[in-house]
């Protein structure tokens, strides 16, 4: 079984930084790419930014230069910095991992998703 848990959201001034985690357990042999996407309400779900095992990044267009994406290999833990946020930065961001399980199986599995709103 395994679990990926999103946290660190909750409500941030414009201008404001929060860093978001994405903790993956259970039976996970590698995790191959971590991706960060969010879902604002009435709109489709959008790439926020992803990493590949290598280290390789790629952005979306309206968060580069402000957004962070890391990993923790040995944690199986993703995070994802986001400073100078915007309120059109309000979403609910989910994580998303490709990941080999111990039995051998891959899949993309995603986490629950955290709420993060920029209001003043």
């Known amino acids: 079984q395994v679990q990926l848990v999103e946290s660190g959201g909750g409500l941030v001034q414009p201008g404001g930084s929060l860093r978001l985690s994405c903790a993956a357990s259970?039976?996970?042999?590698?995790?191959?790419?971590m991706g960060w996407y969010r879902q604002a309400p009435g709109k489709q779900r959008e790439l926020v930014a992803a990493?590949?095992?290598?280290?390789?990044?790629a952005y979306a267009g309206s968060v580069k230069g402000r957004f962070t994406i890391s990993r923790d290999n040995a944690k199986n833990t993703g995070y994802l910095e986001m400073n100078s946020l915007k309120p059109e930065g309000t979403a609910v961001y989910y994580c998303?991992?490709?990941?080999?399980?111990?039995?051998?199986?891959?899949?993309?599995?995603w986490g629950q998703g955290t709420q993060v709103a920029v209001a003043s």
């Open positions: 998303d991992a490709d990941l080999e399980t111990e039995a051998g199986k891959r899949y993309d599995y």
């Open positions: 259970g039976s996970i042999f590698s995790i191959y790419a």
């Open positions: 990493m590949t095992s290598g280290g390789s990044t």
